[in-house]
């Protein structure tokens, strides 16, 4: 068999196309030809970091992806876990990282719309986003541009999809100047007994095309995802894709109507490398060819080559395997929701991935080697060092009120509002906690008592200081989180956000930050499901922080037993659950260093994986019987900062101790792991210390009370709360309104 | 009690609506789909909330100019109770259904948080459950709800007690004109609104302010 070369295959065209030389040689040996430039582009798109994991599969094998409620771990579009009542949460983060920096709305708005239709196309329909933003130094030229674009592109997709964003994050550092983050995370319900799956079986069945038509946006998008930016940035604009989140929610209604009816043999969406990935992944899960007649598709633009139609990334698509005798009930689906479809090729039982156009076929290849056979390479990598203690003497002094104001006022940990007003919170009627608490909350509509928890956590800094410790501290902050908020956390999902990993040094801390991830599912019961891994993350040479970013999910059995952290009255008593006897003590790798004194050194906090079990264990079970009246976490900037954000959540001020003898600034600044605020009613105190606490094995102490319209840290001066919260609300308004010079 | 509830390709708080009316009237609305020919029987007709057609081109604009627009206009004509929420209203100016424009927000931003009404006008079918004056807290969630009029427009629907809702204690989100988050026909029985009463009904939502709309509505067509 041969196939004309109307391009010749040069080492440049082979390199363009981000395959090494050996990768090529690879090639050559399996197809034992030279391949045509259609079929280049297709092991481009399969085999390139984005899509073949080549560099992180060897590590993510390690991580923990089962449990008794895990009824479908990483490997198909969506992680799905068992809640019970004959329910399913499908849920999955990814990154859209590269298209970001380069058109942010339009980058942003497809990452939402792409991790959308990851979850809808294994039949849940969508019920909570999150977006995970990482930008670089706000007084970076580029960084009010990139927050507002990606921002409004967030919330310009998921609004008009209607779906509620119930949390994130945003962070700022200067290493992403150049290469910014955006993380999307979408979550949805399904019967458990009604997955579709992206397995095509039967042979001779129709693969149908539904949605929006081809056009040559996104070519080479996921080839692009996996190189590094140089100066020539701004060209790279064309390989990003346009969102059109009104046809992405008539995709998604007739997708569920069309799944309603039986019909749905196999389903893939159409993201990165559309029709060549999609269509490669169903035949070869099933162990059948697949073969596709491109004259068939629907295209928006004239003259495309099978080139651009196998590698366009343009939005909104899916394919599937269709019951030939149930079509007509399908095509009155797609007519009713006024979507381009078509039949364009069949399943077959020869193994191969053939492409036909005008007359030709433009590609031959064995389909199961297209996605088995993707190089995967045990990357060398450099054990990172982490840095050493700091002296115990070495503690920068400052007022503990001024350090609280500054720091709450602060980039890293002043309000968001000015971000999540711009996200629907509210829709579908059933968010219980918006953007602002410990985990976005809302209920499983149709079921009486039942709530979904969802957060997503990580500490970049950490990350960069220790990987191992970064990658665990991420999971526990996670599963805090969501203790906190008094679920039970069932299952996460993980976005690797690394820089170049053929650099050792930087594949250490992937490494390492995987099995510390490893590490902590396992000792929490908390298995990963789903993922994505973005590699490449450098601008001229200089990676990003390691940001192994880990969305949690958590399940709660009664919505009428859960927390919130505002204080819930004055009067109550303040306990700090978990705390070393000094309350807080590690101040390496803290805000209050990095912020206040411009230091990134020391190690980051440890993580004690028991402990932070038994604490937290713990602290949920007093939700749940109402001794607990508001909890959160402590995290960045440790007890001061918590504090004053249970304050200021609540309107209601707290006045706290201070241990004689100790220096208040790791006790209030310090950020030591495996703590919780919790407040409970005076009368309620003495039971608890009665009855609970002898037996718990953990140290809780009495820290203050709630009350009074100020925040009062041991000696220092009270904060009047509206202090407080003008401060914690200024900083975002004002820098995106251009108010701050400098910035 | 009957209600109808039109969809159009697009609309995203049908299912919010839905729930709401059935919750509080006891039956499910009927579904209209925004090509369907004929309309069941109804007292009440609820365009929900959403982005219909996208909103690519003015929003509302395109769903004001489908054919079920044209039944709606009709029963409107006879007295039936009509409610446009967010996108509804939208699509009610744009048909001609009520005085004013809804034009991008004053910030060019999409704002989704909870604002002050006050219920300027409580002797209507639609705000009869409120007292006069009355200041309730609503979810608002949009990017197109600065209303705007031209000055005879205000004057008339002012003068008329057609300004159902004012937002209150310097909550205006998106600068309407003279505060306006609800407006009335002149013979006050079709209703717009930006802000979400059906998003603000039991106490998992946080409170309750938006369920005397609806009970208010539900007990007077029923």
Sequence with gaps: MSIPNDIPITPELVADHGLKPDEYQKILDLIGREPTFTELGIFSAMWNEHCSYKSSKKWLRTLPTTGPRVIQGPGENAGVVDIGDGQAVVFKMESHNHPSYIEPYQGAATGVGGILRDVFTMGARPVAAMNALRFGDPGHEKTRHLVAGVVAGVGGYGNSFGVPTVGGEVEFDERYNGNILVNAFAAGLADADKIFYSKARGIGLPVVYLGARTGRDGVGGATMASAEFGDDIDEKRPTVQVGDPFTEKRLLEACLELMATGAVIAIQDMGAAGLTCSAVEMGAKGDLGIELDLDKVPVREERMTPYEMMLSESQERMLMVLHPDKEAAARAVFEKWELDFATVGRTTDDLRFRVLWQGDEVANLPIKELGDEAPEYDRPWDMPVPPPPLAPDDIPQMDVADALLRMIGSPALCSRRWVYEQYDTWIQGNSLQRPGGDAGVIRVDGHPTKALAFTSDVTPRYCEADPFEGGKQAVAEAWRNLTAVGADPIAATDNLNFGNPERPEIMGQLVQAVKGIGEACRALDFPIVSGNVSLYNETNGRGILPTPTIGGVGLIPDWTRMARSGFAAEGEAILLFGAPDWWGTHLGQSIYLRDLFGRRDGPPPPVDLAHEKKVGDLVRTLIRDGIATAVHDLSDGGLAIALAEMAIASGIGATVNQLEGGDPIPLFFGEDQGRYLVTMKRETLDRFFEDIYPSAGVFAPWIGNTGGTALTLGEARPIPLAELRAAHEAWFPRYMGGELEGH | MKSAVVTFPGSNRDHDMIVALTRVGGTPPAIVWHKDTEVPAVDLIVIPGGFSYGDYLRAGAIAARSPVM????????????????????????????????????????????????????????????????????????????????????????????????????????????HDIAGVLNQDKNVLGLMPHPENLIESAHGGTDGLPLFSGLLQQVA
């Excluded at chain 2, 039936?80 to 424009?101: D, I, S």
């Design chain 2, 70 to 177: 044209d039944i709606v206009r009709e029963r409107a004509a006879r007295g039936v109770k009509v409610l446009g929420v967010c996108n509804g209203f939208q699509v009610l100016t744009e048909a001609g259904l009520l005085p004013g424009v809804l034009m991008r927000n004053a910030s060019l931003r999409f704002v989704c948080r909870e604002v002050r009404l006050e219920v300027v006008n409580a002797d209507t079918a639609f705000t009869r459950g409120y007292a006069p004056g009355q200041v309730i807290r609503a979810p608002v969630a949009h990017h197109d709800g600065n209303y705007f009029a031209d000055s005879e427009t205000l004057a008339a629907i002012e003068g008329n007690g057609q300004v159902a809702f004012r937002y209150a204690e310097g909550t205006n989100p998106n600068g309407s004109i």
